[in-house]
């Protein structure tokens, strides 16, 4: 399943570094971001809890850019 999240990010440099942490993250089966759509499409591996797997994205994506946002 694919879901689409609104998210805050600066510059292109920054949306790869949370595309590259989101993809990393458990549950995860891909992720997508467009910087100048301020967007982060998220494929979920079968049978995720969606509310956690972006839980746990949104920490990563913390970790590598700690002033973006994800809007879930």
């Known amino acids: 399943m694919k879901k689409t999240y609104g998210i805050e990010v600066d510059c292109a440099a920054c949306a ?4 590259n ?11 997508t971001v467009n910087f100048m759509m301020q967007r982060m499409i998220v494929e979920f591996q079968e049978g995720a809890d969606r509310t956690s797997v972006m839980n ?17």
């Open 56 to 72: 746990d994205v949104r920490k990563n994506c913390k970790r590598v850019e700690s002033d973006c946002e994800i809007f879930i």
């Open 21 to 31: 942490a989101a993809r990393k993250t458990a549950g995860v089966k891909d992720c």
């Open 16 to 19: 790869n570094k949370m595309e």
